[in-house]
């Protein structure tokens, strides 16, 4: 169930992902048609979620909707690949900037005969795949 501050529903995501700090959420619906009705059934779950897209941003949220589909016999559909090409990005993005910021305190400790404890170099900042982006 979707939690009332986001939006006020009935309606039963088959994933919500939710960052309460940062006010993001993230809607996942797998479908499973028939390999002819990919389309339809993308559509058609997208539209059903619209509105609470609507809803969320008017409670301060963002909320992110990805219908995704694969097909009876196997075919996975062009939303699915859309859909972890962005996750897939956002988690590599931030592997980068740890990285990054892993080898530069490498490099200015590098005359240093002990080195500090410091906290994890991650970045907070919210890079969660978003529709459209």
């Not at 529903?9 to 048609?33: F, Q």
């Not at 993005?93 to 404890?117: D, G, N, P």
Request: a positive charge; glycine letters at 4%; one cysteine or more.
């Amino acid at each position: 169930m979707f939690p009332p501050e986001v939006a006020s529903t009935g309606k039963r995501p088959d994933l919500l992902l939710l960052s309460p700090s940062e006010k993001i959420a993230l809607c996942i619906e797998l479908t499973v048609p028939n390999e002819e009705n990919v389309h339809n059934a993308h559509a058609s779950k997208a539209k059903r979620y619209k509105e609470l897209e609507e809803e969320a941003a008017a409670n301060g949220w963002r909320l992110s909707t990805w219908p995704i589909e694969v097909g009876a016999r196997g075919f996975v559909a062009w939303s699915t690949w859309y859909f972890l090409k962005a996750l897939f990005t956002a988690i590599k993005r931030q592997l980068e900037l740890v990285a990054l910021r892993c080898s530069f305190y490498l490099f200015v400790s590098r005359s240093e005969a002990l080195w500090q404890a410091v906290p994890w170099l991650a970045d907070r900042t919210s890079s969660s795949p978003q529709r459209g982006s």
